[in-house]
C-alpha cells in the first residue's frame, strides 16, 4: 500500500449566491482577480467562476441567478467546512477591520493567534472566513509550515501552552544554523560589546 502524496492544493470551490455578488465579494472586497468563468461542467444550469487568491492557485465559486444571498448560516456539523483562511500582508491586515466597518460587515475584531493575527467575517452566504498575517517570514529557502513545525517541537519542550514569537525567532534561529554553513567552529550567541 502507498501514499498519495498531495503537493498542495490545487483548488476550493464554494457554492456562491448570483454572480454579481459572487465577483462583489471575491475581487470587490477580497481583491482576488476574476479570472475566467464558464458553466459548471456538472450542472449546466450554474456558473464557475475563478478567482486567483494570491499565490496563482484558484479559489471557484458555484452560482446560480436563483439564489440569493443569506449570511445567516448555522453552525457547522461535523464534516462542514468551519472556515476558509486567506494570507494578507501586515499591511493590509491593519487595514482590514476599518474597510470591513466600511461597508458595514461585522467582523471578530483583530485576535491575537501567537504565530499570527486573525480577524473573522462571513461571507455573503454566511461562510465563515479568516483574514490571517503571519508574524514572521521563513529564512531563504525554507516554508512557513517548516518554521511552524520547529517552532511546535520547540514549544512541547518548552512545555508551553502555544507557539508564540520567541518559540518563532528560536525556530528560526535553529534552521538557519543547519540549513547554512559557516566558516566559524563556535556559532553559539555572543556579545560583541563586552571582552574579559
Known amino acids: 500500500m502507498r501514499k498519495i502524496q498531495a503537493q498542495g492544493v490545487h483548488h476550493i470551490t464554494l457554492v456562491g449566491a ?3 455578488t459572487s465577483i462583489d465579494f471575491w475581487e470587490g472586497l477580497l481583491g482576488m482577480p476574476f479570472i475566467f468563468d464558464q458553466p459548471n461542467l456538472d450542472n449546466p444550469g450554474e456558473g464557475h467562476l475563478y478567482f ?3 499565490d496563482g ?3 471557484t465559486i ?3 441567478e436563483d439564489r440569493v444571498p ?3 448560516r448555522k453552525h457547522p456539523t461535523p464534516g462542514d467546512v468551519h472556515h476558509i483562511a486567506f494570507a494578507v500582508s501586515h499591511a493590509s491586515f491593519a487595514q482590514v ?3 470591513l466597518d466600511d461597508r458595514g460587515i461585522a467582523h471578530s475584531g483583530a485576535k491575537d493567534r501567537g504565530f499570527m493575527d ?3 467575517f462571513r461571507d455573503p452566504m454566511g461562510l465563515l472566513i479568516e483574514l490571517a498575517s503571519y508574524r514572521f517570514e521563513p529564512p531563504s529557502g525554507h516554508s512557513h509550515a517548516e518554521v511552524l513545525h520547529e517552532a511546535h517541537l520547540i514549544r512541547t ?3 508551553d501552552a502555544n507557539i508564540t514569537e520567541l518559540h518563532l525567532a528560536d525556530a528560526i534561529e535553529a534552521l538557519v544554523e543547519r540549513s547554512q554553513r559557516s566558516l566559524s567552529e563556535d556559532r553559539n550567541p555572543k556579545d560583541p560589546y563586552s571582552r574579559d
Request: hydrophobic share 30%.
Open 97 to 99: 477591520a476599518q474597510r
Open 62 to 64: 458555484f452560482t446560480n
Open 118 to 120: 486573525s480577524i473573522y
Open 70 to 72: 443569506d449570511p445567516a
Open 157 to 159: 519542550a518548552c512545555g
Open 18 to 20: 448570483d454572480r454579481q
Open 52 to 54: 486567483d487568491p494570491g
Open 57 to 59: 492557485r484558484l479559489i
